[in-house]
């Protein structure tokens, strides 16, 4: 089966830094996914990568899928209190089945 | 854009009672529909697939009579756990992806907050 690493699993920055979380995945990845969490919310769509090499931008978050597609980055510049939550990778796997797979998730806390 | 429902957002329930989750996806149709369960602090973990007018597929370790899952329109999923006992207690939520196959982004529901006592 697939496994999605996240790293780090916690992270705290000042307000204005920029920061990077990695997701590491055991297989090649068909699609890869990052979603947002408030704790005990639901998960916000942010971007999804498919291709090798990709790169997606969003306001001020920046996801990229290496040309292996078996790492994915999640880099925030100039990080806001906005910006704090968990953050999850989900894989697709190439199986047509559409369930992800998550990573065990960052925990990301900006201090003003 | 799309948008998955869950209710109830919240349940507390008695040890041995029996708790249904409802999973809508409001507009878009789901042939398929997702179910995970996360505990505190960890990650999401997949229990089970709901595939509309057919059984759901239950991931390895997954209790199919104790999570009972019914898929009886392309809008709605229910999760029912059966006699509920505290180690059921977990936040679940549901996902759907729209019936488009070009569409990829999968939507999830806010989640449902299960409390046993």
């Known amino acids: 089966s697939q496994e999605l690493e996240q790293s780090p699993q916690s992270l705290i920055v000042q307000e204005g830094k920029n920061l990077t979380i990695n997701c590491t995945s055991s297989?090649?990845?068909?699609?890869l996914y990052w979603y947002k969490q408030k704790y005990g919310e639901g998960l916000i769509f942010l971007m999804m990568?498919?291709?090798?090499?990709e790169e997606k931008s969003h306001e001020k978050i920046t996801a990229k899928l290496d040309e292996k597609k078996q790492q994915s980055s999640l880099h925030i510049t100039a990080s806001q209190p906005s910006h704090a939550g968990i953050y999850l990778c989900?894989?697709?796997?190439?199986?047509?089945?559409?369930?992800?797979?998550f990573g065990s998730g960052t925990r990301l806390q900006v201090q003003p | 854009g799309a948008v998955v429902s869950q209710h109830p957002s919240r349940v507390i329930c008695k040890s041995g009672t029996s708790v249904k989750i409802e999973c809508r996806s409001l507009?878009?149709?789901?042939?398929?529909m997702f179910w995970y369960r996360q505990f505190p602090k960890q990650s999401l973990m997949l229990m089970a697939t709901?595939?509309?007018?057919?059984?759901?597929?239950?991931e390895q370790g997954v209790e199919k009579d104790k999570f009972l899952i019914n898929h009886a329109s392309l809008t709605l999923s229910t999760l029912t756990v059966t006699s509920a006992h505290p180690e059921d207690s977990s936040f679940y939520i549901c996902?759907?992806?729209?019936?488009?196959?070009?569409?990829?982004?999968?939507?999830f529901g806010p989640g449902t907050r299960l409390t046993v006592t």
């Open positions: 507009d878009f149709q789901a042939t398929t």
């Open positions: 297989k090649t990845l068909y699609g």
């Open positions: 989900g894989a697709e796997p190439d199986t047509g089945r559409r369930a992800l797979t």
């Open positions: 996902s759907a992806r729209d019936y488009n196959f070009h569409n990829y982004e999968q939507y």
């Open positions: 990568l498919q291709k090798g090499g």
């Open positions: 709901s595939n509309e007018g057919s059984k759901a597929t239950y």
